[in-house]
Structure formats: structure tokens, C-alpha cells
């Protein structure tokens, strides 16, 4: 006996144009379970306006409002109810006395294609990715001396579809009408046992490592915003954390500057800190900063009492809403990269469509990219998701000076965080 779709997960349109779409899981909970719809909903393009959390600790309720981070972007959203429905707990009354199913891996497919060289071509085809819901977990690009392209995206499936014919068939008309006759050759096969290893390890050098995984602003980021006025409230980020008003519950206050993906980031945090939230307000924006209250408890149900614990949930609150990516250019030899971190879920998975936004930022600032790669890497204690990018030089931006890599610096972290 169990409880239908319909009823665990809904989705509402709003009622004039324009309005949020309301978003409303209603089911068992599970550890995690906030920070996989976050992670969905950031998958699909959306942004969060306001939300409610509430649970009981058996069984939880969401209400989140919604609107796409682009007005042209096409949400589908039945795909985005059967994914959120797929995350969450059954419903029968054996989830009560069973312990859940571990969760299946997608298996790793290879899209291999040899095109001609354009501006904007990489993030075309990222962008086809993303709409058809493939998640890009390894690539490697690289330009030939004639201006070939040849691309290799390591991909799975959302939608555990890509073994049917018709699937497929979708996927290869979809890439078909972004490379047009530019295309050689295009083909779509399951990765080779050796390729299956989806934490390719990135090796940095010392100099870059210590810039890009600092745990505190460098002076080239306090640089980067003077360059936006608009961003002088990012510093301001405030973490309370009261146990004065709830006899069971410590409340968690939060004030800062809002960014895309910043619900995703607060649940990564608490539940790597093992912490789960029973009841939460998620407010409106206002004048760009967002509050919200979160009563949470230890994994054990009780009260965060311990001080030294306090500052180092706080400390890591504010570092998640202060710097959640990092970007910096760098010399590579001869060349110049670009480079984004963030870090990786302690399931070993990584933020979604930071690939897809990097290289809408480049194709916007016409600049081509000559290389690019996806890799892991350790530091502070943390695993790493490293984007890596090699420029081309012809290109209208003269990529030498400061000024120029500042401004692509600066466009590159507006776009990831939404500003």
C-alpha cells in the first residue's frame, strides 16, 4: 500500500503570468533529502524565491516557489516531477521496516564528435546536454592545428534512457542541429571499463592551488569587486545561532547577499556537518539579500551546544555564501587558463551546470576556447571539482593584461552566481 505520484510530489503553475511555480514534496524524509530537490531544482535552471521546510523527522513537508534563471529557457516540468518523485523515500510501510536501497550509479556513456571550430560551439552543445537532462561528469576538448574540434564528453542519464534507440536518436538530431554541416562525425557509446572512473584527479601547481583553494578572500578577489559596486554587500554575510527559544531545537539565522544555488550550498553544508534541519522559512529577496531561519538539531536530535562547534558550522556557513566558487586566470606555460572550483557533495557529486555556465560566459565575451577539461583534486581537507580552460588568444580581449582578465574573471562569477 503506498501513496500515488500525484500525491508525493506536485507542481503548481502560479496564477498569472510571471508568478512562481510552486513546487511541494510530500513524504517520508530521509537524510539528504533537502539537499537532493535543491540540487534538482539548481539542475534544471531554476531559482528558488522563497520556500518552507517542516519535518517530524519520520515524515517531511516542502514548499518551494520557483522561477527559471532565464525567461527564455523551457523548463519541462513532468521531468522535473519524476525526478524529484524519484528522490524521494517509498511511501509503503515497508520504508519504515527496511533499511532503502542503495543508490544505482547511471551508467557512463562516451559522445565523441570532430567538427570545425566556431565561437560559442562548446557551450552549444553543453547546453543540448543539459536540456536533455545528460549530466556531463568528465570532457576533454581539444583543438587540432586546422581548426578541428575533437570533443569527448563523459555523460549520464537523468532519465536512464540512453540504452533505447529513440533516446539516442534524440540526442544525436539534437547536437546535429547546434554543429550543422561543420559536423564530421558524431558517435554515442557506452564508456569502456577503464574510462569508468568519474574522479579524474587534476594536477595544479602549488602557486594556483594555493590562490584558487584559499579559505579566505585574496587580494585579487577584493580587487575583483571593487570592479562591481553592486557586490559590496558580499562581505556582510551573518550566521546566528540561538538556542534560547526552543527547548529542542537550536535556530540558525541567516542574512546575506543572494546567489544561484544558495540553498543548495546551505544544505551541503549542514549535512556534511551532519546536522538536519526539522523546520525552516525561506524568505523573499529583498533589495538582493535573503534571510532565512532554520531550527536544526545533531544527527542525534539534540541541541547544538557545544561552542566550538558553533563557530565552525557558522565559519563554514559564511565561507559556503561568501565563496562558493572560485575563479581565477592563470598562465599555463605559454597559454592562459581559466579555472573554476567548487566543492564536491560528500556523495561525490558535483554542483550542477557550472560547465554549462562558464561557457556561456566565454561565448558571451566572444572569447573561443582552445582546451578544456573536468577534474578532481584534494585540498583543505575536501574534495574539489576543477574546471579547467585553456583561452585562445585571438580573441578581442588582449588576455596578457590585468584589466582583461579581470573583466573575464568578473563575468565569469556574475554568471555562476546568478548576479
Known sequence: MGIPNDDVVSIDKGKKPGDPWVVTVNCPDKTGLGLDIC???????????????????????????????????????ENLKERLVSLCPSCSLSFYYAP???????????????????KGLLHDVTNVLCELELSIERVKVTT?????????????DNLDLLHTKERREETYEQLRSVLGESCISCELQLADSHHDSRRGTSSISPVVAEEIFASEYSKKECYMQALSPDLTQLKKAVVNVDNSLSPGHTLLQIHCIDHKGLLYDIMRTLK??????????????????RDIDLFIQEKDGRKIVDTEREYLLCSHLKMEMLHPLRVIIANRGPDTELLVANPVELSGRGRPRVFHDVTLALKQLGICIFSAEIGRYSASDREWEVYRFLL????????????????????????LMGW
Do not use: M
Open 100 to 118: 532503502p536501497a542503495p543508490r544505482k550509479s547511471s551508467p557512463l556513456y562516451l559522445l565523441k564528435f570532430c567538427c570545425l571550430g566556431r
Open 144 to 156: 587540432t592545428p586546422d581548426d578541428r574540434v575533437l570533443d569527448l564528453f563523459f555523460i549520464t
Open 272 to 289: 556534511d556537518h551532519d546536522v538536519k534541519i526539522l523546520y525552516g522559512r525561506i524568505s523573499a529577496v529583498t533589495k538582493g539579500n
Open 392 to 415: 585562445d588568444e585571438n580573441c578581442e580581449y588582449q588576455l596578457l593584461t590585468t584589466g582583461a582578465r579581470n573583466q573575464i574573471v568578473d563575468r565569469v562569477r556574475r554568471l
Open 39 to 77: 540540487r534538482t531544482i539548481l539542475d534544471f535552471g531554476l531559482f528558488i524565491s522563497k520556500g518552507d521546510v517542516s519535518t517530524d523527522g519520520k515524515w517531511c513537508y516542502i514548499v518551494l516557489w520557483v522561477v527559471p534563471h532565464s525567461s527564455t529557457r523551457i523548463v519541462r516540468w
